[in-house]
């Protein structure tokens, strides 16, 4: 683009890089059993190449009795016979790589699953050598359970074991003990098996989790949270939004613990780590996380969030700006824990000015402070789906259905064709969750010809964005509060600025110009309604513009 300047981002190809989830089981079947795998990302390679991403993050693939679907780990080194072979990983590994794209891959070093060696030699009796490997607590006198924490995924985070006469702790399902990190051989042993994958020529880990490593080991009660009712009056349907959690995760020993993990990437280079963390603190959380050589990046649930007002982004990137100072925040606004962003974040908009929302979005992420996360199928317009009980597999919603009907409507099969092949080109036999109906008119094969499908805009932002990143790794950022449903901020480096701003709400807005930034160059991808007129700025709803200046 002429007059935007390229610096440099010091050899940190993270800063403001697209990474694209990879969900295994729903991407592509290429042994014909219903649920993708390895051989299938393989095949799929060039397509994710197409996208113009620059890395993957693939979903647990490990050998798992699949309690969850991979997080609850049964050998962290071994493939699960039903993704393939470490062979068929090492092809992933060497296809990618030959396409330059990096390749991350999802990292539990919180809890395991109790089918574990790990666990079945810990749980036999309170003297074995790996006894103390897991969290375990005797009853209180009356024979309940040591504390009041809650699981994740609803009711008491202690399961009791019959031939320890003690609880464990399960910070999500029963099946998935938590490790105590408070012992030193744990730590070795999961830092052991992190190298095992460098040494194999994987660039970095998703760590699923990763503030839940640490527990106190006061065993305190968690004090208790005020109760939000919803829109009928009616508390939270999961008992752990009950309480505020202060003593079940995010303690300080885990940031000398991240500081081992990053003293590990540090031989092997250009490697990195990507943090999920979810706290009543979040921003605080991220900040300290990644910085002091402790995470690379990380990303919490803010914008997993239903609310997508432009008064909600403000406050949500002005606290995140303000308390992350020198660390670097990783957005994502979908992924496979929580229902598609296309629905999400489209509720009381009819359906073409959904369509033209989606890029909007994309748009916001690509010019934040920050790298991206993108879930597969955000490039095509994937709505939620609408999974029926009897089709159900996440346990999580199967718990708490009705109400909440868990994960299973984000993680169904990519439609790749539509031209009479069966489950949309996923798989030529019954997949695991039944592909869409509403899916297959968005299949790939019918939007990679149409240059103004949501697919080919997806590439062509992407596209322009790679001629941004560089001037945007060393960038400020601004959020400029508006009043109203125009999302508007600035990036500025010593190279130039960058002024963003983007119509989130249901009418068409204007708004003047700061003095700066009249009469720069407009440099708005292809396809975003808006215009500039002297000092004004006019955007339709969906609208948007970007002006730079040297």
């Given at each position: 683009?002429?007059?935007?300047?390229?610096?440099?981002?010091n050899?940190?190809?993270?800063?403001?890089?697209?990474?694209?989830?990879?969900?295994?089981?729903?991407?592509?079947?290429?042994?014909?059993?219903?649920?993708?795998?390895?051989?299938?990302i393989?095949?799929?390679?060039?397509?994710?190449?197409?996208?113009?991403?620059?890395?993957?993050?693939?979903?647990?693939?490990?050998?798992?009795?699949?309690?969850?679907?991979?997080?609850?780990?049964?050998?962290?080194?071994?493939?699960?016979?039903?993704?393939?072979?470490l062979?068929?990983?090492d092809?992933?590994?060497?296809?990618?790589?030959?396409?330059?794209?990096?390749?991350?891959?999802?990292?539990?070093?919180?809890?395991?699953?109790?089918q574990?060696?790990w666990?079945?030699?810990?749980?036999?009796?309170?003297?074995?050598?790996?006894?103390?490997?897991?969290?375990?607590?005797?009853a209180?006198?009356?024979?309940?359970?040591?504390n009041?924490?809650?699981?994740?995924?609803?009711?008491?985070?202690?399961?009791?074991?019959?031939?320890?006469?003690?609880?464990?702790?399960?910070?999500?399902?029963?099946?998935?003990?938590d490790?105590?990190?408070?012992n030193?051989?744990?730590?070795?042993?999961?830092?052991?098996?992190?190298?095992?994958?460098?040494?194999?020529?994987?660039?970095?880990?998703?760590?699923?989790?990763?503030n839940?490593?640490?527990?106190?080991?006061?065993?305190?009660?968690?004090?208790?949270r005020?109760?939000?009712?919803?829109?009928?009056?009616?508390?939270?349907?999961?008992?752990?939004?009950?309480?505020?959690?202060?003593?079940?995760?995010?303690q300080?020993?885990?940031?000398?613990?991240?500081?081992?993990?990053?003293?590990?990437?540090?031989?092997?280079?250009?490697?990195?780590?990507?943090?999920e963390?979810?706290?009543?603190?979040?921003?605080?959380?991220?900040?300290?996380?990644?910085?002091?050589?402790?995470?690379?990046?990380?990303y919490?649930?803010?914008?997993?969030?239903?609310?997508?007002?432009?008064?909600?982004?403000?406050?949500?990137?002005a606290?995140?700006?303000?308390?992350?100072?020198?660390?670097?925040?990783?957005?994502?606004i979908?992924?496979?824990?929580?229902p598609?962003?296309f629905?999400?974040?489209?509720?009381?908009?009819?359906?073409?000015?959904?369509?033209?929302?989606?890029?909007?979005?994309?748009?916001?992420?690509?010019?934040?402070?920050?790298?991206?996360?993108?879930?597969?199928?955000?490039?095509?317009?994937?709505?939620?789906?609408?999974?029926?009980?009897?089709?159900?597999?996440?346990?999580?919603?199967?718990?708490?259905?009705?109400e909440?009907?868990?994960?299973?409507?984000?993680?169904?099969?990519?439609?790749?064709?539509?031209?009479?092949?069966?489950?949309?080109?996923?798989?030529?036999?019954?997949?695991?969750?039944p592909?869409?109906?509403?899916?297959?008119?968005?299949?790939?094969?019918?939007?990679?010809?149409?240059?103004?499908?949501?697919?080919?805009?997806?590439?062509?932002?992407?596209?322009?964005?790679?001629?941004?990143?560089?001037?945007?790794?060393?960038?400020?950022?601004?959020?400029?509060?508006?009043?109203?449903?125009?999302?508007?901020?600035?990036?500025?480096?010593?190279?130039?600025?960058?002024?963003?701003?983007?119509?989130?709400?249901?009418?068409?807005?204007?708004y003047?110009?700061?003095?700066?930034?009249?009469?720069?160059?407009?440099?708005?991808?292809?396809?975003?309604?808006?215009?500039?007129?002297?000092?004004?700025?006019?955007?339709?709803?969906?609208?948007?513009r970007?002006?730079?200046?040297?």
């Open positions: 683009m002429s007059g935007n300047p390229i610096s440099t981002n050899g940190e190809w993270w800063r403001n890089s697209v990474i694209y989830q990879i969900y295994p089981r729903s991407f592509c079947d290429a042994n014909g059993d219903g649920i993708g795998d390895l051989q299938g393989c095949q799929k390679l060039d397509y994710v190449k197409s996208l113009g991403v620059d890395a993957i993050w693939i979903s647990p693939f490990f050998k798992s009795p699949m309690a969850d679907f991979g997080y609850d780990v049964s050998d962290y080194r071994d493939v699960d016979p039903i993704f393939g072979n062979a068929d990983f092809r992933v590994i060497q296809g990618a790589h030959e396409r330059g794209l990096k390749v991350i891959i999802d990292q539990i070093l919180s809890h395991t699953s109790d574990h060696p666990f079945e030699e810990s749980r036999q009796n309170r003297d074995n050598p790996k006894s103390d490997w897991y969290v375990w607590a005797d209180k006198e009356d024979g309940s359970a040591p009041n924490w809650m699981s994740n995924f609803g009711g008491s985070a202690w399961r009791w074991c019959t031939r320890r006469r003690q609880y464990y702790l399960t910070n999500f399902l029963k099946e998935q003990p490790l105590n990190l408070h030193p051989q744990v730590q070795e042993q999961l830092l052991a098996d992190l190298k095992f994958w460098l040494d194999r020529g994987v660039d970095g880990f998703r760590l699923d989790a990763i839940h490593a640490f527990h106190n080991r006061s065993l305190q009660d968690n004090p208790a005020p109760v939000k009712l919803d829109k009928n009056g009616l508390p939270p349907v999961n008992s752990y939004e009950y309480q505020w959690h202060i003593y079940d995760k995010s300080p020993e885990n940031l000398e613990f991240l500081q081992r993990v990053r003293a590990l990437l540090e031989q092997y280079p250009d490697s990195v780590t990507v943090g963390v979810g706290d009543d603190n979040t921003h605080k959380i991220m900040a300290d996380y990644t910085t002091e050589n402790r995470l690379h990046m990380a919490s649930f803010d914008l997993l969030a239903e609310d997508c007002s432009a008064q909600f982004l403000r406050d949500t990137l606290k995140n700006r303000r308390v992350i100072e020198e660390g670097w925040p990783c957005w994502s979908s992924n496979h824990d929580v598609r962003s629905s999400r974040w489209n509720k009381g908009f009819d359906s073409e000015t959904a369509m033209a929302r989606a890029p909007l979005f994309l748009l916001m992420q690509l010019m934040l402070r920050g790298s991206v996360c993108l879930y597969q199928g955000e490039e095509l317009g994937l709505p939620e789906a609408d999974v029926a009980f009897e089709d159900l597999q996440d346990p999580y919603g199967i718990n708490l259905w009705p909440f009907k868990g994960r299973d409507g984000c993680r169904t099969p990519m439609p790749w064709f539509n031209g009479g092949e069966i489950n949309a080109g996923f798989s030529k036999v019954k997949p695991w969750l592909v869409a109906e509403e899916h297959y008119h968005l299949a790939v094969s019918l939007q990679e010809d149409d240059q103004h499908s949501m697919l080919s805009r997806f590439r062509a932002l992407l596209g322009w964005h790679k001629a941004q990143a560089p001037a945007l790794a060393t960038a400020a950022q601004e959020i400029i509060d508006t009043g109203n449903e125009l999302l508007v901020f600035e990036r500025t480096s010593a190279a130039g600025s960058y002024f963003v701003a983007l119509n989130l709400g249901h009418e068409a807005a204007s003047a110009l700061p003095e700066k930034f009249v009469g720069s160059e407009d440099i708005t991808p292809a396809d975003f309604a808006g215009s500039v007129q002297g000092a004004e700025l006019a955007l339709p709803v969906a609208g948007a970007v002006l730079y200046r040297k």
